[in-house]
């Protein structure tokens, strides 16, 4: 049976390594919430859409739904967040706060409350809108 499809646009916030060619994939969106995806064959050499998936990035993803398990189908970084020109001490921020972000929605919380993290950044209220967009919608 071939489930549903859908596109969005999702926060990456872990990645989880699975065989020598599949990755589990944890996702933000604005309208599915918090969304686990099998990432089959992503780590091959032929696979053009590994270098997608980075934390941090924000993506246009592509997913099908069969059996209760959502697969990546297509995904392309809108915003990459590595080829952002950062110091090391914000690198760190950003994954610490993704940690956070995705042990409090793990753990049945409906949204965060963010403060110095993004205010510091060089377009806050840019982050603000997309971490509001991805949690509270």
């Known amino acids: 049976m071939i489930g549903q499809s859908f596109s969005t646009e999702a926060i990456v916030v872990n990645l989880q390594n699975r065989g020598e060619k599949d990755i589990l994939v944890t996702f933000l969106t604005p309208n599915h919430g918090k969304i686990i995806v099998k990432a089959a064959g992503v780590k091959s050499i032929k696979?053009?859409?590994g270098a997608n998936l980075q934390l941090g990035n924000i993506t246009n993803i592509s997913l099908r739904q069969n059996n209760g398990i959502y697969w990546?189908?297509?995904c392309l970084a809108t915003n990459s967040f590595m080829f952002e020109q950062k110091k090391l001490i914000q690198l760190n921020l950003l994954f610490y706060f993704l940690e956070i972000v995705k042990n409090v929605m793990a753990a049945g919380?409906?949204?965060v409350a963010v403060g110095r993290?993004?205010?510091?950044?060089?377009?806050?209220?840019a982050l603000?809108?997309?971490?509001k967009e991805i949690i509270f919608k």
């Open 72 to 74: 990546l189908s297509e």
């Open 117 to 125: 993290n993004a205010w510091q950044n060089p377009v806050p209220l």
């Open 128 to 131: 603000a809108e997309k971490i």
């Open 109 to 111: 919380a409906i949204g």
């Open 47 to 49: 696979s053009s859409r």
